[in-house]
T-cell receptor
């Protein structure tokens, strides 16, 4: 399996709480991504980064924010969690150009009550 | 914008049989890559097979092969000699010059005895 890690794997939290989902990779990849996976399993890109201090919003609008201070670390933060944020969040990374595969983490399943 | 369509939400195949999963896509780009990813239940997403658009030869990886029809914008996955471990969600994905993946909605494949 790829060297990309996500914590926590499962999180149940109340409305209004601030949460940070962690994603780390030890492969030295420049490009990292966050996807939101619906209960119906469809994946949507919500954030991506092509390197340190570079972050962009993805195709699906999200109230979350991300940061990329170190190459290996790409955390996602929700300032005030809501039930609509309940989903699975997948982190991925790739070393370079479009022909490279993306390596995925195991995901964080978030439930906001 | 690029789109990827998987018209088969669920499929079932008996062990040792062959199954084909369908995928169509739409793009105006000339250089792009197509992928099939596999997401087993509660496990990480992994790459199954990759196809470069400029290559006419269909990609193969052991029991997995694709039928790439560029003019028709079709990219189907054939799994031969299906095994119980092939049970998973299968996602067709596209990436062009932007190094961002666009996923289809997925096909849930169940391999039965």
């Amino acid at each position: 399996e790829a060297d990309i890690y996500q914590t926590p794997r499962y999180l149940v939290i109340g409305t209004g709480k601030k949460i940070t989902l962690e994603c780390s990779q030890t492969m030295g990849h420049d490009k990292m991504y966050w996807y939101q996976q619906d209960p119906g399993m469809e994946l949507h890109l919500i954030h991506y980064s092509y390197g340190v201090n570079s972050t962009e919003k993805g195709d699906l609008s999200s109230e979350s924010t991300v940061s990329r201070i170190r190459t290996e670390h790409f955390p996602l933060t929700l300032e005030s969690a809501r039930p609509s944020h309940t989903s699975q969040y997948l982190c991925a990374s790739t070393p370079g150009g479009s022909h490279y595969e993306q390596y995925f983490g195991p995901g964080t399943r978030l439930t906001v009550t | 914008a690029q789109t990827v369509t998987q018209s088969q939400p669920e499929m079932s195949v008996q062990e040792a049989e062959t199954v084909t999963l369908s995928c169509t896509y739409d793009t105006s780009e000339s250089n792009y890559y197509l992928f099939w990813y596999k997401q087993p239940p509660s496990r990480q997403m992994i790459l199954v097979i990759r196809q470069e658009a400029y290559k006419q030869q269909n990609a193969t990886e052991n029991r997995f092969s694709v039928n790439f029809q560029k003019a028709a914008k079709s990219f189907s996955l054939k799994i031969s000699d299906s095994q119980l471990g092939d049970t998973a969600m299968y996602f067709c994905a596209y990436t062009g010059t932007a190094s961002k993946l666009t996923f289809g909605t997925g096909t849930r494949l169940q391999v039965t005895l």
